[in-house]
């Protein structure tokens, strides 16, 4: 059983090392491109992206609980009998 647990950390660790190479080379990509000033601005693009993805699905959430609500607050059409 130990030897699944090493050979995954392995794999762990060897995609976490991909990834950062990979953002290094695309990185080293953006500034030959377009200059420092590239970089600045994909850093803005990746923040917001960040905030849409973590702030998106909590408005969505919240909208439909306030919809929800207030769908509830709705006077019956009958009244309930005891």
Same mark, same amino acid.
């Given at each position: 059983?130990?030897?699944?647990?090493?050979?995954a950390?392995a794999l762990?660790?060897?995609? !976490?090392n991909t990834?950062i %190479?990979?953002r &290094?080379?695309?990185?080293?990509?953006?500034?030959h491109?377009?200059?420092?000033? =590239?970089?600045?601005? !994909?850093?803005t693009?990746? %923040?917001?992206? &960040?905030l849409l993805?973590?702030?998106g699905?909590?408005?969505?959430?919240?909208? =439909?609980e306030?919809?929800?609500k207030?769908?509830?607050?709705?006077?019956?059409?009958e009244?309930?009998?005891n």
């Amino acid at each position: 059983m130990s030897w699944m647990m090493e050979a995954a950390a392995a794999l762990y660790v060897g995609m !976490l090392n991909t990834g950062i %190479a990979l953002r &290094a080379w695309g990185r080293g990509q953006v500034v030959h491109g377009g200059g420092l000033q =590239a970089n600045h601005w !994909l850093a803005t693009a990746w %923040a917001a992206l &960040a905030l849409l993805l973590i702030l998106g699905p909590a408005m969505a959430r919240r909208g =439909a609980e306030s919809t929800s609500k207030a769908s509830t607050n709705a006077e019956p059409s009958e009244p309930k009998l005891n």
